[in-house]
């Protein structure tokens, strides 16, 4: 089953830069600079129908192309040098993308920059019909922490980042449960925080009162080290002891949580959701509640002696395999497992999934919880 699973996620790596195309769309000319663009700068745009426009100078070059959504589209040049050019409409949500300049694929100095693909590149927001769900509110607002931990196992100084309520620094005496929330392959710990937009996430839910407070850590899962297209090689037992051996402890001393597996949830999207997968089910110990967001299921043998599960919550885009999804959370259902599904309508194996796919979770989490 592994190996099945980690061979959907080469191929769906393929779609990972962005939606689904269709060559049968209007173009319209509603154009307005994308929300994460650099200060000042016009371009790159993105229109109602979803369809992206970049612009750049560059005299000497002899072909410009706009690369997104693993597809290459041709840049037009004017009597000045510049290049434009237009995509065909992408889903809503974010989408990682490049410029194609005579062979060199390269960031749009345009757009701010998110590690992803293994780069540091453009992104670019689509408007999405939901994107209140990560809008910046007047809520109180939690905080992303940077933290660096000692790693003993890889003889090395990690990096991760820590989301902490807005009531974290003023009730304190109060401690939090935990969930540890991973990245896919190609990106790192900055991904969720970044692109992710946990933060803004969890504010408003929080500041609805439709999930509790709880502490968020997201690491880098030590992924890249593989080739693309030699995912199978990949070993979950190194990352597994910088997790549960070196990074838990860290956080439960360094931060008010509750160090019990039954305030401890682990989830991820893609290969992350591949991670969390084999992690919970080396050490069932560990974690109660479990999430993969487009990467795997379990089956009922899997979670045999998980004595102390709460919840297993399975996702993915209604562009991807959804049957599948929702077949597993019956069979799970129909064994008496805490199961739920989610599927994201009109988007296939990208971030805005997964930000949906955060937001059902976790209202969700630690809900049985004083």
């Not at 999930?211 to 990949?234: L, W």
């Not at 070196?246 to 959701?273: C, K, Q, W």
């Not at 919840?311 to 599948?324: I, M, N, T």
């Not at 064994?335 to 971030?351: D, R």
Request: aromatic share 12%.
């Amino acid at each position: 089953m592994e190996k099945n699973l980690i061979r959907a996620i080469s191929v769906v790596f393929l779609v990972f830069m962005g939606g689904i195309q269709s060559e049968n769309y209007v173009m319209a000319d509603d154009f307005r600079p994308s929300s994460v663009n650099q200060p000042g700068s016009e371009y790159p745009k993105v229109n109602e129908s979803g369809q992206v426009r970049v612009q750049i100078s560059a005299p000497d070059a002899r072909y410009v192309q706009l690369d997104i959504g693993g597809v290459k589209y041709d840049l037009e040049k004017d009597e000045n040098g510049v290049w434009t050019g237009e995509s065909s409409p992408q889903d809503e949500g974010f989408h990682y993308y490049q410029l194609n300049i005579d062979g060199a694929s390269v960031p749009d100095p345009g757009s701010l920059y998110f590690f992803g693909a293994n780069r540091w590149g453009s992104g670019i927001e689509v408007p999405a019909s939901d994107e209140e769900i990560f809008a910046l509110r007047n809520v109180p607002q939690g905080q992303i922490h940077e933290i660096s931990f000692p790693s003993e196992s890889t003889n090395s100084i990690k990096r991760a980042y820590v989301y902490t309520p807005a009531e974290y620094h003023l009730e304190r005496n109060r401690r939090y449960p935990v969930l540890y929330l991973q990245h896919g392959y190609g990106e790192n710990e900055t991904s969720w925080p970044n692109q992710g937009r946990v933060n803004r996430i969890m504010d408003n839910l929080i500041a609805d009162g439709k999930a509790k407070p709880f502490i968020i850590v997201m690491a880098y899962g030590m992924t890249n080290e593989i080739e693309f297209g030699r995912i199978m090689d990949f070993d979950i037992k190194p990352f597994q002891t910088v997790l549960i051996d070196e990074l838990m402890p860290y956080i439960d001393s360094n931060f008010r949580t509750v160090s019990s597996p039954s305030h401890r949830a682990m989830a991820g999207l893609s290969m992350g959701a591949f991670e969390t997968r084999l992690v919970t089910l080396n050490r069932p110990d560990v974690f109660t509640y479990y999430g993969l967001f487009s990467g795997g299921i379990y089956t009922p043998e899997d979670l045999e002696n998980h004595d102390q599960l709460k919840l297993v919550f399975l996702s993915c885009g209604s562009k991807e395999r959804p049957d599948r999804i929702k077949g597993a959370v019956e069979e799970l259902k129909n064994e008496g497992f805490n199961a739920v599904s989610y599927i994201s309508e009109g988007t296939a194996h990208e971030f805005h999934t997964w930000r949906r796919s955060l937001h059902q979770l976790a209202p969700l989490l630690f809900r049985d919880l004083d």
